[in-house]
């Protein structure tokens, strides 16, 4: 009982802003990783967790059974939901996917810009702990139980400095890669047709072209690193 108390004094209580340096110094370092291909590779497993996880959020949201999510060594991942093939509650469900981090980035900002960095942080590891669940390959339960495992670490034994430092850090990375993963989509359906991506699959559903639906995805993400930026102080809009 008294572990939990200390987890909701944590999480109810406000951290102080970092300071701008500190601020603009971990935001730079988020886009280092989205822009250094090598860390990249590895930092992208993260963007998939949220992305197949939007995909099952919003599946379950509209209906759907959600049968199960795999996540796979080269960073790609299957959202597998039952219902119609067809119709809003498939458009949405494949909608979701691309947007879901930038998203979950702009809900983040939110909390960081009124201090609850450890609220965020404990928010994400109950999100993770919920998918769990839903993860069907073991590459998906390492990628997931490690990521956790590093949220939790923070949450736990971090100082208040390192904790915000890490929570924008998230944030910021979530907001970028999610913009990242929406031109790589761009440009791998522009060097092979018949993809079976979230695009091409709302475009068959739809009939609007996928590269209209990459522009939306786009547009919602630039739109959430906006809000973002105007939450947390940095005066891009």
Known sequence: ????????????????????????????????????????????????????????????????????????????????????????????TLLAGYPAPALLGLGAAWLLSRGYDVGLLWALLAALALLLVQIRNWFGLWSVAVTAAVVFGVSWFGSAQVQGVFALLVTAFLLFGALRTSFELAQSRSRRAGSSSDADQLARLTHIPGTVWVGVFIALQLGCIALSAQLLGFGLV
């Not at 572990?3 to 004094?9: A, G, K, R, S």
């Open 1 to 92: 009982m008294d572990v939990l108390l200390d987890i909701w004094q944590r999480m109810t209580t406000p951290h102080a802003a970092l300071q701008p340096p500190t601020t603009w110094l971990t935001v730079a370092g988020a886009a280092l990783i989205v822009l250094f291909p090598p860390v990249w590779r590895v930092a992208r497993h993260a963007i998939t967790i949220v992305h197949e996880g939007g995909h099952g959020v919003v599946a379950v949201l509209c209906g759907r059974r959600l049968g199960g999510i795999r996540l796979h060594s080269d960073t790609s991942g299957l959202t597998v939901s039952r219902g119609r093939p067809s119709g809003p509650g498939m458009i949405f």
